[in-house]
């Protein structure tokens, strides 16, 4: 009784199924493809800050970042994007891109900032998604000098801007209002030091 009873273990492990491997398993990455009608009207286009693909050389714009930049050329960068997704937006068949990113900008050589990544992007879609995100991108940028603009970030995850163009306005504002503090700073230190001059000079 013994032997059968092992006999007929033995039987069931040689007769179970081999595992199959299966490619859809939870954890498999599909890769994604970008819209074969959002693929032709890029082509079409005509736009230097928008690459379906990277071109060599370019780095991510965060990667960009932690490699440290001026304040100066983040505004550049910002008002880049704005330009690229109001152009996006006012096409004949509107695209958005539903991904921009750190990760989803690219920098080249010249410092012109290139959208890519649009695997994502829709046509007619809600507008507004891009300008959350550039919000987004402004507030997750820890560098001293984007700070200052982290108001105007906050604002556009807000929905308080409905257009590029008003956010456009802000972040130009704001860093004209910041030169504007160097330069009264800067007339302060020479009047303070003509003064000391003068004085210097009389009790010589």
């Not at 330009?83 to 891109?97: G, M, N, R, Y």
Request: one cysteine or more.
């Amino acid at each position: 009784m013994t032997q059968n009873i092992s006999h007929m273990s033995f039987v069931f492990r040689a007769e179970r199924a081999p595992a199959t491997h299966n490619p859809h398993k939870e954890g498999s990455v599909i890769p994604m493809e970008i819209s074969p009608s959002i693929r032709a009207q890029l082509e079409r286009i005509e736009n230097e800050n928008i690459a379906i693909e990277p071109p060599d050389g370019a780095v991510t714009l965060r990667d960009k970042l932690g490699a440290g930049v001026s304040a100066e050329q983040f505004v550049d960068y910002l008002l880049q994007l704005c330009d690229v997704v109001e152009f996006l937006a006012t096409q004949k068949s509107p695209i958005v891109h539903n991904d921009i990113s750190a990760s989803s900008l690219v920098v080249c050589e010249d410092d012109l900032l290139k959208l890519t990544k649009f695997e994502q992007a829709v046509s007619r879609g809600d507008a507004t998604v891009d300008l959350r995100a550039i919000g987004e991108l402004i507030c997750s940028t820890d560098a001293k000098f984007a700070k200052k603009h982290h108001k105007i970030g906050k604002a556009c995850l807000s929905g308080e801007y409905e257009t590029v163009d008003e956010l456009r306005y802000e972040i130009i504002n704001r860093a004209s209002a910041k030169r504007k503090g160097i330069y009264k700073v800067t007339l302060i230190v020479l009047l303070l030091a003509l003064i000391y001059w003068r004085l210097v000079r009389r009790f010589l």
